[in-house]
Every structure is written in structure tokens, then in C-alpha cells.
């Protein structure tokens, strides 16, 4: 089992930023990625970025060049710098991580733009 515990949210105005941090514990295995999705009210979850281990990333079109995610490996943490932000961004974030052991999810972070 993977327990992953987000932080960062909050109510930020247009243009703002907030930087999300996951902190992953318990039986991690390498080789995994990490990600962040969101989903907002009456919509489908979707991926927001997703990082491997060895730090290849992958980012939805509508985020690329306003979020960037990165992790440390030693603190088993991903985060998510949001640059830019819209109020379209409000949503619930929810931290991800991958291996041959399974999927886990993290239990969210409110994120709320105002306009």
C-alpha cells in the first residue's frame, strides 16, 4: 500500500500561483511515476502532468508552459508549481502514483480561482 497526502491548496486570484505538494509513503516501488489529475464539479477527472522516476514529464495541452511539475526522489514528493492560473483551473487536484504494484490516489486539494 501507498499513502499519498497532498498540500498547497487554497483560493488564489486570476494570474496567481500555488505550488501542490504530494508526499508519498509506505510500500513504494521503483520503477513509478507520479502525477497530478483534477477534476472539476460535473466534470470528468483528467490528467493535469505526470513525472517517471527518471524525470521524463508529460503535461495536458492546456497546462503546458503554466504548470510544472517536478519530484524528489529522496522525499518520495511531487509537486505542481501553477503559474497563470484561471479561474477554468478550479478544480480538485489529486496526486497519482504508478508502479507494478498498483495505483494510488491521494485524497485531493481544493484549488479555487477567483476571477
Known amino acids: 500500500q501507498v499513502q499519498l497526502v497532498e498540500s498547497g491548496g487554497g483560493l488564489v486570484q486570476a494570474g496567481g500561483s500555488l505550488r501542490l505538494s504530494c508526499a508519498a509513503s509506505?510500500?513504494?516501488?521503483?520503477?513509478?511515476?507520479m502525477g497530478w489529475y483534477r477534476q472539476a464539479p460535473g466534470k470528468q477527472r483528467e490528467l493535469v502532468a505526470t513525472?517517471?522516476?527518471?524525470?521524463?514529464?508529460n503535461y495536458a495541452n492546456s497546462m503546458r508552459g503554466r504548470f510544472t511539475i517536478s519530484r524528489d526522489n529522496a522525499k518520495n514528493t511531487v509537486y505542481l508549481q501553477m503559474n497563470s492560473l484561471k479561474p477554468e483551473d478550479t478544480a480538485v487536484y489529486y496526486c497519482?502514483?504508478?508502479?507494478?504494484?498498483?495505483?494510488?490516489w491521494g485524497q485531493g486539494t481544493q484549488v479555487t480561482v477567483s476571477s
Open positions: 497519482n502514483e504508478q508502479s507494478v504494484g498498483g495505483t494510488y
Open positions: 509506505g510500500s513504494i516501488l521503483r520503477p513509478n511515476a
Open positions: 513525472i517517471t522516476n527518471g524525470g521524463s514529464t
